[in-house]
């Protein structure tokens, strides 16, 4: 099992884009730049999480795309547009307080992320699964921590 998970973590890396080398700008800059976040970093905004995203860290954010966004329902994210406690929960659940780069999430079961709850990781096919969203990115390095591009939302239980 080891082995796939050092065969996945390579696969990882040698597919990343030129973008994904350690940076000078944090989380929040490294996504603003991307321009695949702003649904993302508009929602930190409003959750009042852009500025603590920004701190020291390390961080680990699993980052869903602006396509990931657009497939949560209208009335789902009305709501949590409506409720900025329950939004900040949602966001929160994407981040974890340490730095892991995906040759250390292959290795996991599981994260603890800043809103309390865990979250899942599983290799499949080649493929890393943060619960049941795939890692399409991995590795986006940020002066704070790291990015995993991921393909949905990850809404705690």
Known sequence: MKFIA????AAF???????????????????N???QFTTLTKLLKRAGLKKALKQ?????VFAPTDAAFAKVPKKKLDALLADKAKL????????????????KVVERKSARTLNGKKVRFRVKHGNVYVNK?????????ASNGVIHVINRVLLPR
């Open 56 to 60: 020291p860290g390390p961080y680990t």
């Open 88 to 103: 900040k929960a949602v966001l929160l659940y994407h981040v974890v307080a340490k730095k892991l780069p995906a040759a």
């Open 133 to 141: 969203a795939k890692v399409t990115t991995a590795d986006v390095m």
């Open 13 to 31: 890396l040698a597919a990343l884009p030129a973008s994904a080398v350690a940076q000078d700008r944090d989380i929040v800059q490294t996504a």
């Open 6 to 9: 050092i065969l996945a973590a």
């Open 33 to 35: 730049a991307a321009g």
